[in-house]
Each structure stands twice: as structure tokens, then as C-alpha cells.
């Protein structure tokens, strides 16, 4: 497998605070995509980091990765309940044309 | 902007029946469409990558026989799923993308049940 054997995270939050989500691969790459999925729906890419960009800013979200560790993060600042959704780390499958391969997820669940 | 729709959203068929669903990109070229199996624990299984004027590629325990799959233009892709059994539930994903090695666009899934 590509990432740790970590199950379907639950995070459960009050609005207005902030939370950071973890994954950890275990093959080289050097992008990593950030997707949140809403009920019902397919999962939406929100953002990507790059190996040369240790940090990412888009809005309240924030993204790090950590090449030396195998790791990256996802942040958001001041959550509020439109954030609740399941989110992805995901890398490109090594080897032929890309696709992702998505990690197990986290589900946020923010509180009015 | 790049949109992918797919459809039927839910289905229900008996077991040992075969259910086919679909996968229409609005706004882009469908290079490559991935087909996934997301799992009501969430984890994602990729089934299969189709891009065009190349073979299908299938993962390892999903095989052209169970899954066969059609990409006949650069809009439109679907997957059967053949002789459907209780271990095929889930929640089938497509995803397209208009370049190679880009970012994929995801429909909202075919939820398939079998009874």
C-alpha cells in the first residue's frame, strides 16, 4: 500500500477553531493533492503542494509536506460547518499515466 | 468550467445481474478516466485507467471480464459491472482529466446495491 494502515480518522470540532490533518506515504513523490469530499458526492481536489513548496496557502486552508518524513498536512484556520466533509491526502500512482491513489481520509465534523 | 456527471446516482440490482453506469465530461476532453470503488469505510480502490487511443489498464482483482469498460470518444466513458454480487456494493467513482499527468475531475458516483 502506498500509505500507512491508518483507519477513516474522525474529527469532531466546534466551530471557529482550527484543525490539522495528517497523512504519511510510503513512496517517493513529489506532489501531494489535497481532496475534501462532501456527502453524496465525488471528492474534489482543493489543494496541492509540490515538493519545492513546503508550504501551501489557499484561503483558510494550509498545506505542508514533508519530504523527509514522508508526510503532509492540511490546515484550516477559523473552521466553520461548511468545512464538514471527508478529506483526502492523495499521489500520483507511480508507473504509467497518472492517477491519484488516494489515502484513508479524515472525517471533519464542525459544530455551529 | 470542467465538469463531470455521472449517472444513474443509485442503483439497486439482484444478485448474479449485471448494471452498467456512465460517466459524460462537460467542459474538457476525457483524456483519461479512472474508475474507483469507494468502500462505506471510505477507502478508495482504483479499478481502472482508460485513456484514449491506449489499452485499458486494470488493477490487480478487477479484470476486463468483471468490469469491462468503454471510452469511445473524449466525452464519455462507462463501466459494467458483470454478475454483481454482495461484495461489489459500494460507491463507483469516475474521474476524468484532459491532459496527462493533470489534475482529475470527479462525478458524484453511482451508488450500486445489490440485494
Known amino acids: 500500500s502506498q500509505w500507512g494502515e491508518e483507519n477513516l480518522q474522525a474529527l469532531s470540532i466546534q466551530e471557529g477553531e482550527d484543525v490539522t490533518m495528517n497523512c504519511s506515504y510510503k513512496?517517493?513523490?513529489?506532489?501531494v493533492h489535497w481532496y475534501r469530499q462532501d456527502s453524496g458526492r465525488g471528492p474534489a481536489l482543493i489543494i496541492l503542494?509540490?515538493?519545492?513548496?513546503r508550504e501551501k496557502r489557499s484561503g483558510r486552508l494550509r498545506a505542508t509536506l514533508d519530504t523527509s518524513s514522508q508526510s503532509s498536512s492540511l490546515s484550516i484556520t477559523a473552521a466553520q460547518c461548511e468545512d464538514t466533509a471527508v478529506y483526502f491526502c492523495a499521489t500520483p500512482t507511480s508507473g504509467g499515466n497518472y492517477k491519484p491513489t488516494f489515502g484513508k481520509g479524515t472525517s471533519l465534523v464542525v459544530h455551529p | 468550467g470542467a465538469l463531470v456527471y455521472q449517472y444513474p446516482r443509485r442503483t439497486i440490482c439482484k444478485s448474479g445481474t449485471s448494471m452498467r453506469m456512465e460517466c459524460q465530461a462537460v467542459g474538457f476532453q476525457a483524456t483519461s478516466v479512472a474508475w474507483y470503488r469507494q468502500s462505506p469505510q471510505k477507502t478508495f480502490e482504483l479499478i481502472a485507467l482508460s485513456t484514449v487511443n491506449s489499452a485499458i489498464k486494470y488493477e490487480q482483482n478487477f479484470t476486463q471480464e468483471k468490469f469491462p469498460i468503454s471510452h469511445p470518444n473524449l466525452s464519455f466513458s462507462s463501466m459494467t459491472v458483470l454478475n454483481a454480487y454482495l461484495e461489489d456494493r459500494g460507491l463507483y467513482l469516475c474521474?476524468?482529466?484532459?491532459?496527462?499527468?493533470?489534475?482529475?475531475?470527479f462525478g458524484s458516483g453511482t451508488r450500486l446495491l445489490v440485494i
Open positions: 503542494i509540490r515538493s519545492n513548496e
Open positions: 474521474g476524468a482529466t484532459g491532459t496527462v499527468n493533470s489534475d482529475y475531475t
Open positions: 513512496t517517493y513523490t513529489t506532489v
